[in-house]
């Protein structure tokens, strides 16, 4: 008995990524693909699939929208989030939406087809790599422990300056500073660096805010 996966994303590349994926694993059939809500409500209703993939961002609107719509209406329907930007804020909203997996797009393929197994068998079991980190940050009150360096990387950060001034600056390896803004990253539950200043200026750990991260 297969699986059958509806695969919604605008990216055509990544949907035939993901299908070949999918076919080389044998218990799952991807019965089709949308680049749209409204060819992936339409799609829903015509092929009633064990899963669905849903990107974030799509032309006409939120895949988190459509994901919550799409729970509504299904309890038993396994739905993976699928995004560009992993931060906290996004894990939780899929949360919300009801999701079963939440997987960055810079995963490896077969993450994805796990969390579609994942999802196939308990749809309504929430699952995400960083879960149990994310959950730490949002009941921390006082936010994540920064070291001194991390705490002179951020402020440069918030300045605007790039990896290569940033160096500079504190007379370290590029190398080195890129493994900081890494760490700062997993720390604040970013995966950018916008995200990141956003993240630090709630959590207090900027004074000011920046033009730049608008």
């Known amino acids: 008995m297969t699986t059958s996966v509806l695969l919604i994303d605008d990216h055509e590349l990544i949907r035939q990524g993901l299908r070949r994926a999918f076919e080389r694993t044998g218990d799952f059939e991807v019965i089709g693909e949308a680049g749209t809500i409204a060819e992936a409500t339409r799609l829903l209703a015509l092929t009633n699939p064990d899963v669905a993939i849903f990107d974030v961002r799509l032309p006409d609107g939120s895949g988190l929208d459509a994901a919550r719509k799409a729970r509504e209406q299904s309890d038993d329907l396994g739905i993976v989030i699928l995004t560009m930007y992993a931060g906290d804020e996004q894990l939780f909203e899929a949360l919300d939406a ?54 002179e990387v951020l402020a440069l950060l918030a300045e605007g300056l790039g990896v290569a001034q940033i160096s500079q600056q504190l007379f370290i390896s590029e190398s080195t500073t890129k493994t900081h803004i890494s760490k700062l990253y997993e720390k604040l539950g970013a995966s950018n660096r916008a995200q990141a200043l956003m993240s630090a200026l709630r959590m207090g750990l900027l004074k000011t805010e920046n033009d730049d991260i608008v």
């Open 98 to 151: 009801g999701a079963s997996a939440f997987v960055p797009k810079n995963s490896p393929s077969e993450e994805v087809v796990e969390a579609a197994r994942h999802a196939a068998s308990n749809p309504r079991a929430f699952s995400a790599n960083d879960l149990a980190e994310a959950m730490k940050r949002k009941m921390s009150p006082t936010g994540p422990k920064l070291s001194p360096r991390e705490k």
